[in-house]
């Protein structure tokens, strides 16, 4: 079955260390994937995309084929970061994204 | 722009109760549209999609149906409420086409007592 997995359900690091959020998925090919962000008492939105190639607010995401990963990443961290992320990748290019369970991140002082 | 409307945003409701949820897009046209269920600790679960008026996609069965009347107008609904579809449910909208970014409402949090 297709599945994503996001392994820790709690980050913790102290502001200015390095971020990295884990998310595996298990199927084959080349699904598009997205990394979707919820900030405290805000809408869940859409934080980057891989087909965009983009950096946004300093985070950056690299589609790892060959172990079938989709880790966000970002180099120093900021408090404005604590959020609950979501890995979903769309294995199947139609409208269902598969969501991974997320991972809350928290940025101490 | 495009704005996405979501209400209630809290509902406690009796079992056996009728369900009615309501979900407005404004500011664009033609719109994919979705339903959601967030259960704390897992990820979203889609219920329903539409891309047209009329058109409605199942992910899963359940207790629960959805509607579009109106273009822009999404709607969940349930002739009879389950204690397991407590939960936060959340609307989204898209662009017509696939992997489109989603916009996603504020969220109903319901409660089947």
């Known amino acids: 079955a297709q599945r994503v997995t996001q392994p820790e359900k709690l980050l913790s690091v102290f502001k200015g260390a390095p971020v990295e959020l884990k998310c595996n998925y298990s199927y084959s090919g080349s699904p598009e994937l997205f990394w979707y962000v919820q900030y405290s008492r805000q809408r869940l939105q859409l934080l980057l995309r891989?087909?965009?190639?983009?950096s946004i607010k300093g985070f950056t995401a690299d589609l790892n084929k060959g172990e079938t990963s989709f880790h966000l990443k970002k180099p120093f961290a900021q408090e404005e970061d604590s959020a609950m992320y979501y890995c979903?990748?769309?294995?199947?290019?139609?409208?269902?994204?598969?969501w991974g369970a997320g991972t809350k991140l928290i940025i101490k002082p | 722009s495009q704005t996405i409307h979501q209400w209630p945003a809290t509902l406690v409701q009796p079992v056996g109760s009728p369900l009615s949820l309501e979900c407005t897009v404004e500011?664009?046209?033609?719109?994919?549209l979705y339903w959601y269920r967030q259960a704390a600790g897992r990820g979203l679960q889609l219920l329903f999609y539409s891309v047209g008026i009329g058109q409605i996609s199942s992910e899963v069965p359940q207790n629960l149906s959805a509607s579009r009347p109106q273009d822009r107008q999404f709607i969940l609904s349930s002739k009879k409420l389950l204690l397991s579809d407590s939960g936060f449910y959340l609307c989204?909208?898209?662009?017509?086409?696939?992997?489109?970014?989603?916009?996603f409402g504020s969220g109903t949090q319901l409660s089947v007592l």
């Open positions: 500011g664009t046209s033609n719109p994919n």
């Open positions: 979903a990748p769309n294995p199947d290019s139609n409208y269902q994204l598969i």
């Open positions: 891989h087909i965009s190639r983009e």
């Open positions: 989204a909208w898209s662009p017509d086409g696939f992997n489109e970014k989603l916009f």
